[in-house]
C-alpha cells in the first residue's frame, strides 16, 4: 500500500505526519520524495548504509559525423541543443531525457551518455528512504523514478511529497493508494489545499485531511472540507509543546504515548481508506 | 550587411526589445535600404532555453549582425561559435540602432575570447577583498 502526504502550502507539516506515521505503522516505509530538501532523516535519524546515483541519459555529438543539419536542436522541445555552422552545442541541464535527438539523427551522431544529478540513499533494512538532487540540477523527476524501485512489495510505503502541486508532485503521487492533504486553517492554507484536493481528485486518489496547527476556530478548512466531502481524519493543535520538540529533531509520536495512540489510530484506518471505505 | 535588432515591435520605428531570449520580435533588416522584415520570437514563452532558441534563430536567419540588450550566458555561447558579430543596443527605436551601427557607435558585445563550447565552459576569476569597518560605536 501506498500513502501520499502532500499539502499544497510547504510549512503545513507534511513531514510530521509522514515521519510520524511512518514511525507507528508495521512494516512502514518512509520515502522522502523531496528531492530538492529531503527532511526526514532530521526525525528518523536513519543511518544511510545504502545508495545508488541516479543517472539520467543525454546527448552527445560526434562531431565527425555530424552534417549539422539541425535535426536535434528542431526536434528538442526544451531547447536543450543548438546547431551553429561548425558546431552542436548541448545543454545537459536543460534536457529530459526524451532521445528525441538521436532518434532523428540521419547521420547517427548522437549517442546517449550517462549524467548524474542525485542520489538515492536508504539503511539496511528500507525503512528510510530518501532522494536527494545533487545542488544546480534543475529537474528532480528522473530521481523520483528511481526512488519508487525502492519501494518493497507487501510494505507500506509513506510517500513525503515535495511542497506544491507541480510534476514533481504528481509524479510522486502516481500509483498511490491513498493521499493525505496537510493543511493549516489560514488562508494560504486553504488556497493550496483546493489545489492539492482538485490534484488528487483528477487523479483519482481518495483522500483525507489531516489538520495542523489547528487552533480555536477551523471553519477555514472545515467548511471546504463539508463541501467537498474530505473526512479530517486528524487535527494536531497548534501547540508550542509540538513546536519545541519539533525543533529539536522529536516528533509527536516519540515526545508523547497519546499522539502515538493517535497516530496509530490513524494508520490502523489507512488500509479501509485506500479501499474505499467511508472515515 | 543584414542586421537583426530584438523589437518591441513589428516595425522599424518600434523601440528595440532589451530582453533577447524573450523579445517580442526579431527585425531582420537590410542596413542599406532599411527594409525590415520582422520574425515572431517563437521562444518568447518558453519554459526554459529561451536564449539558447533565439540564439539558435539568429543563426539560422544567416545574418552578418546582432544588436540586441542583455545576452545571457547560453545564448552567448551558442553565438559566440557562429560568425554573426555581436552589438549591445541603445534605448531607442529599431532604426536608431541602425543608423547608430552604421555610424560605428555601437558597443560590441565582449565574448570573452575563445569560444565556449556548451556545457562546462567557463573559467573565472575570483577576487575580492574585505576589509571589515566596525561602526564607530564598537
Known amino acids: 500500500m501506498r500513502i501520499a502526504v502532500l499539502s499544497g502550502k510547504g510549512g503545513t507539516g507534511k513531514t510530521t505526519v509522514a515521519a510520524s506515521l511512518a514511525l507507528v505503522t508495521t512494516n512502514s516505509q518512509y520515502i522522502d520524495c523531496d528531492v530538492e530538501e529531503p527532511n526526514g532523516f532530521l526525525y528518523l535519524k536513519p543511518e544511510f548504509s545504502r545508495s545508488s546515483e541516479v543517472k539520467v541519459r543525454v546527448p552527445l555529438i560526434d562531431e565527425s559525423i555530424c552534417t549539422h543539419c539541425g535535426a536535434c536542436a528542431r526536434i528538442c522541445q526544451f531547447n536543450a541543443l543548438a546547431v551553429t555552422p561548425n558546431r552542436v552545442l548541448t545543454f545537459p541541464e536543460l534536457c529530459h531525457h526524451c532521445g528525441a535527438c538521436s532518434l532523428v539523427c540521419e547521420a547517427g551522431a548522437i549517442t546517449e551518455v550517462d549524467r548524474r544529478i542525485g542520489v538515492i540513499e536508504a539503511d539496511a533494512v528500507g525503512f528510510a528512504v530518501q532522494g536527494r538532487l545533487d545542488v544546480g540540477e534543475p529537474v528532480g523527476i528522473p530521481i523520483l523514478d528511481d526512488l519508487k524501485i525502492w519501494i518493497e512489495p507487501g510494505r507500506t510505503a509513506i510517500l513525503d511529497c515535495p511542497p506544491g502541486a507541480s510534476c514533481a508532485v504528481v509524479h510522486s503521487l502516481e500509483d498511490c493508494d491513498f493521499a493525505i492533504l496537510v493543511t493549516e486553517p489560514t488562508p494560504f492554507g486553504l488556497h493550496d489545499l483546493k489545489i492539492a484536493a482538485e490534484l488528487v481528485k483528477t487523479m483519482g486518489i481518495p483522500a483525507g485531511i489531516v489538520l495542523n496547527k489547528a487552533g480555536k476556530d477551523n471553519s477555514i478548512i472545515e467548511t471546504f472540507c463539508t463541501e467537498q466531502n474530505l473526512p479530517i481524519l486528524l487535527k494536531i493543535p497548534y501547540s508550542r509543546q509540538i513546536a519545541t520538540d519539533y525543533s529539536n529533531g522529536i516528533l509527536p509520536v516519540q515526545a508523547s504515548s497519546e499522539w502515538a495512540y493517535l497516530f496509530g489510530e490513524l494508520a490502523a484506518k489507512l488500509p479501509g481508506l485506500a479501499q474505499g471505505v467511508k472515515a | ?138
Not at chain 2, 558597443?107 to 566596525?134: E, L
Open chain 2, 1 to 138: 550587411m543584414r542586421v537583426i535588432v530584438t523589437s518591441t515591435g513589428p516595425t522599424i520605428d518600434s523601440p528595440m526589445d532589451p530582453r533577447f531570449g524573450r523579445a517580442e520580435y526579431f527585425l531582420i533588416v537590410d542596413s542599406e535600404t532599411m527594409k525590415a522584415t520582422a520574425i515572431d520570437n517563437a521562444s518568447r514563452n518558453a519554459s526554459g532555453g529561451a536564449g539558447i532558441a533565439a540564439a539558435q534563430a539568429v543563426i539560422d536567419a544567416r545574418v552578418d549582425a546582432l544588436v540586441t540588450g542583455h545576452l545571457g550566458p547560453n545564448a552567448l555561447n551558442v553565438l559566440r561559435n557562429s560568425k554573426v558579430a555581436l552589438y549591445e543596443g541603445i534605448h531607442s527605436s529599431v532604426e536608431d540602432n541602425l543608423n547608430q551601427l552604421k555610424a560605428g557607435q555601437l558597443k560590441p558585445v565582449a565574448t570573452g575570447g575563445q569560444p565556449q563550447y556548451g556545457q562546462g565552459g567557463g573559467m573565472g576569476q575570483g577576487g575580492g577583498m574585505g576589509q571589515g569597518r566596525r561602526g564607530g560605536q564598537l
